[in-house]
């Protein structure tokens, strides 16, 4: 059994923001896990624990429907949490350009998906980046959005989804990507 989901890479496209905006703030905040900057990204679908065996028959159905989609421009904008600043659990920078498209994108591929299968995600989807994570597993923390400074960067294209494989790990997980599937070239 393999870990797997589906993601853009936003750490390809804005690495240096990333970067810069977790390691000034990652000493501030001592109650947060913050991701690594080369990790985040935007998940477009969780599998969860999967046989490695349906990777073919996911890249067969996912492939065409990112295919039949442009880059997508998007760029970073606002910091916010779930569930809410008095029980955060996760920190998030907000996303911003094609977003119709990505969440257009990012439900067909759901529906899709939901055919072989794979459960729906309970929860809408909603455009975002994970930066940090509350350190208590289970209970989050309570904290003052306005502390955090806002995380902007201008819109880019974006040219690609990747499925990866998380292997969990003391340290963190960490992400290898398995598939690659390109929006439409040229």
Known sequence: MIRLFLALPLNVYFLPELMSYCDRNKHKFLDLKWVQADQIHITLFFFGSVDSSVVPTITE???????SYKPMSLGLDGIGCFPNPRNMRVLWTGITGDVDTLIQCQHRVELELQ?????REEREFRAHATLARARKKSKGVSIDLKAFPNL???????GYVILYQSHLTPEGPRYEPLQTYFFEQG
Request: net charge positive; hydrophobic share 55%; proline share 11%.
């Open 61 to 67: 159905n996912i492939q065409p429907i990112i295919a």
């Open 115 to 119: 055919k072989l299968g794979f459960p």
């Open 152 to 158: 902007k960067a201008e819109a880019r294209a974006i």
